[in-house]
């Protein structure tokens, strides 16, 4: 019977990657972990089949660039260090998203599509102003990092225990009483949750 094992280390995964992108692709963590990251929209679109992971970050965005919504094979997005408040609803259309990162923008609301993301691993929404998280994320069950340092959060649904993959959420730089700190480690039992010192409020 004829081997068809690939002799190579990583070329069934370059073969992967070069190939003519019929369906979007879900990358494995080792692949997502090398592909190139494109840091120029307009370079982007000249292959975007083959933009895996994409980077916005700095550019002082006020709006998503609609040009995004080409990337059907996205895994990965920084958008961190710009001036959105809203992600656009198409962005749920990126269901291959495992990374997104929009730290240091001006959200007072985890975006709707977040949800929609059930690949998704790692999220990072740090210093925006976030007053709560919507019910919808305990259906993130794959999500193994949050960080979410630096908001105004003090809505923490009961439904946020079904992220059971979560392993490390950031809460720094966030007011909360000992008994609000009590109550999220307790939905969140597996976690490693990183507080501030708790403060007075709400005693």
């Known amino acids: 019977m004829m081997n068809l094992r690939f002799p190579f280390p990583g070329l069934a995964l370059a073969l992967l990657l070069q190939a003519p992108s019929a369906q979007a692709q879900l990358l494995p963590q080792a692949a997502l972990d090398t592909v190139r990251t494109f840091r120029n929209l307009e370079r982007a679109l000249q292959q975007p089949d083959s933009v895996y992971r994409l980077d916005l970050s700095k550019q002082n965005l006020k709006a998503v660039p609609e040009a995004v919504r080409q990337f059907k094979n996205l895994n990965a997005l920084d958008l961190g260090r710009n001036k959105l408040r809203v992600l656009p609803p198409w962005m749920n259309e ?19 599509a977040v949800c929609q993301w059930k690949h ?84």
């Not at 990126?94 to 709707?112: D, H, I, W």
């Not at 919507?134 to 105004?152: E, I, R, T």
């Not at 649904?157 to 000992?178: N, V």
């Open 120 to 203: 998704l691993k790692r999220l990072d929404m740090h210093r925006n102003r976030l007053e709560g998280l919507p019910a919808c994320m305990g259906s993130l069950k794959q999500l193994f990092s949050l960080d979410l340092w630096s908001n105004d959060l003090g809505d923490f649904p009961e439904a946020i225990s079904g992220m059971q993959g979560l392993r490390f959420m950031d809460l720094r730089a966030i007011q909360f009483s000992q008994a609000e700190m009590e109550r999220i480690a307790a939905l969140l039992p597996a976690v490693k949750i990183f507080f501030s010192q708790p403060c007075n409020c709400g005693d």
């Open 94 to 112: 990126l269901q291959y998203m495992q990374e997104f990162s929009a730290g240091r923008n001006k959200f007072t609301e985890v975006p709707n």
